[in-house]
């Protein structure tokens, strides 16, 4: 990996990072509900960005690889991880791997809940 790249995922990572922390914010002060509504929003946005990203660059050849990688693995990656997962599947299920989407889908969702919560109660547990 290069130099050049590493600083275009940092600094996008920076950004992203810092948008997250403001958006959900932002979401959580401007809308009152007991879901996690900023994490929910920046999640979504992150999704909706990451298509219109690859979707754009699918269509027109105007951004450099650096680019690309800033957007995409940089920006979008520290603002949510969830807009790359929400792109697999869509591509899983388009491409008529539906199996695989749902799978995908059921995997990220639960076993992702199942270890927080196993890392959660582990380190509680610890400090009991």
Request: charge should be positive; glycine fraction near 10%.
């Amino acid at each position: 990996m290069s130099l050049s790249t590493i600083i275009a995922v940092g600094s996008g990572g920076f950004l992203g990072a810092v948008a997250r922390v403001f958006l959900t914010e932002l979401v959580n002060k401007t809308f009152s509900c007991a879901l996690p509504i900023g994490t929910l929003a920046v999640n979504i946005l992150g999704s909706f960005l990451l298509g219109l990203l690859f979707g754009f660059f699918n269509s027109a050849n105007l951004f450099s690889p650096l680019t690309k990688t800033f957007l995409t693995t940089g920006f979008l990656g520290a603002m949510t991880t969830y807009s790359t997962f929400a792109l697999e599947s869509f591509f899983l299920l388009y491409g008529k791997a539906v199996w695989l989407g749902v799978l995908n889908i059921f995997l990220n969702v639960f076993a992702t809940i199942l270890f927080a919560a196993v890392g959660y109660l582990l380190v509680v547990k610890l400090f009991s």
